[in-house]
């Protein structure tokens, strides 16, 4: 039997705002508009600099869903020069690109002509499905409804693009809840090829929130619902786990198949209190299986050419710059 393979990609985690439209109940990431809300260029550009000195190929940009619903969050993007976030994200991603780095953005509900712009300057994008069940968790999350989600990510594989989504588990879904959303993952990557990876996330108590008394999934529970992903989805997706939230070592052979992006740079800025792996620890963890670093846009989907022409000479550099390294 062939050895088992592990990948993961070494990236920089951007965070352009933490203003946010929803309020789930269990995130400590969203916090209110006030003064020096928005990251600058010049700080984005330090990162960014930082990432490629230090062998990462993959710039996540993310930010708070829908900011500039929030009252005085116009008046700061202005300062900037921009009137939405989002055309300022876009103008970051060619930054991102002339730094060396793949633009991968999850910018919560996007429209269609938006992830089509977006598609020029990101190598892949992603949505967290999170859930199909409505659940009070998020009562007070317009942008959680569940249709909405599934739309996204319907609409983003018309459009071709390689796709990132996933499971948070342990915010009050039954594991009834957990079979359905992934066949509903399922059902969307039969119907147009696009989904690379699931992750499946376990939700992690913050203090100061709704849920910071709620319980969070354990490691037999979260093995249960690793082994029921490689049931359901088609074994062209890599089934993921983030190895600062998750016992890694303990769950790879439950059927894990990626360690998602990892960063020497920044911090895990949704989880803070989680710091990433070393990246010289992740051997450790992978055990007996083959550790392999890979872009955040998948070999398929580079062998399938879904990917923006402007897009194709760093691909082509950072995948041989990645098996240099991986024969030096």
């Not at 809300?37 to 700080?43: A, D, F, R, T």
Request: with cysteine.
């Amino acid at each position: 039997m062939a050895p088992h393979l592990l990948t993961y990609t070494r990236n920089v985690f951007l965070p352009l705002t933490t203003v946010c439209h929803n309020r789930c109940g269990y995130c400590i990431f969203r916090t209110p508009v006030r003064e020096g809300c928005i990251m600058s260029q010049g700080e984005v550009e330090s990162i960014l600099a930082a990432g490629a000195s230090a062998g990462c190929t993959e710039a996540l940009f993310t930010f708070g869903e829908r900011p500039g619903l929030e009252r005085g969050f116009t008046e700061q993007i202005l300062r900037y020069g921009y009137s939405d976030i989002l055309d300022y994200c876009y103008d970051l991603c060619l930054l991102s690109i002339e730094h060396g780095l793949l633009p991968h953005t999850n910018a919560g509900i996007m429209t269609r002509d938006e992830m089509e712009r977006f598609r020029e300057v990101n190598a892949s994008m992603g949505l967290m499905l999170e859930t199909t069940a409505d659940l009070p968790a998020h009562a007070n999350s317009p942008g959680k409804n569940p249709a909405t989600r599934i739309q996204m990510i319907e609409e983003a594989g018309s459009l071709k693009i390689p796709f990132t989504t996933g499971l948070l588990l342990g915010i009050g879904e039954t594991m009834e809840d957990r079979e359905e959303s992934l066949m509903v993952i399922r059902d969307l990557h039969q119907s147009y090829g696009h989904i690379q990876e699931v992750i499946l996330q376990n939700f992690c108590a913050k203090e100061g929130t709704v849920m910071e008394r709620s319980s969070s999934i354990g490691p037999e529970e979260m093995c249960l619902v690793i082994r029921m992903a490689k049931d359901i989805l088609p074994s062209s997706i890599a089934v993921q786990i983030p190895p600062n939230l998750a016992d890694a070592q303990h769950l790879i052979r439950c059927g894990v198949d990626d360690l998602g992006g990892i960063s020497p740079v920044t911090i895990d800025f949704v989880n803070p209190e989680h710091p990433w792996p070393a990246l010289d620890h992740l051997k450790d963890i992978a055990g007996a299986s083959i550790l392999k670093e890979r872009l955040c846009i998948y070999p398929g989907f580079i062998k399938k050419g879904w990917y923006h022409p402007r897009l194709e000479p760093l691909i082509r550099r950072l995948e041989q710059h990645i098996e240099c390294e991986r024969a030096a």
